[in-house]
């Protein structure tokens, strides 16, 4: 079992950077595919950024050249840096993880493909 719990989420201004944090429990974070989403009443939960156990990344399009995921192995947490940030990317965000086999990349972007989600923290882009 694997708990997430996200944080740094906030009231951020056009243009600015923001970084979210997401803390997983467990000794096994090491081998998990880790990957970030948004959510919004009209797009529904989106795929933002993936990455593997071995530290492999993807983006998404809307998002890829402004964000950057990580993730410290050592500490148990994934890290979603949001740079120039844009009024589009106000959502409620969700980390969510997926133990072995390894999810392949194609398969990253459909949420049911995860099986451990946090509860999500809110970030609002102001214009």
């Known amino acids: 079992q694997v708990q997430l719990v996200e944080s740094g989420g906030g009231l951020v201004q056009v243009g600015s950077s923001l970084a979210l944090s997401c803390a997983a429990s467990?000794?096994?974070?090491?081998?998990?595919?880790m990957a970030w989403f948004r959510q919004t009443p009209g797009k529904g939960r989106e795929f933002v950024a993936g990455?593997?156990?071995?530290?492999?990344?993807g983006y998404a399009d809307s998002v890829k050249g402004r964000f950057t995921i990580s993730r410290d192995n050592a500490e148990n947490t994934v890290w979603l840096g949001m740079n120039y940030v844009k009024p589009e990317d106000t959502a409620l965000y969700y980390c969510?993880?997926?133990?072995?086999?390894?999810?392949?990349?194609?398969?990253?972007?459909?949420?049911?493909?995860?099986?451990?989600w946090g509860q999500g923290t809110q970030v609002t882009v102001s214009s």
């Open positions: 990455i593997s156990w071995s530290g492999t990344t």
């Open positions: 969510a993880a997926d133990p072995p086999p390894a999810l392949t990349r194609t398969s990253w972007y459909a949420p049911g493909n995860w099986e451990y």
């Open positions: 467990g000794p096994t974070f090491s081998s998990l595919s």
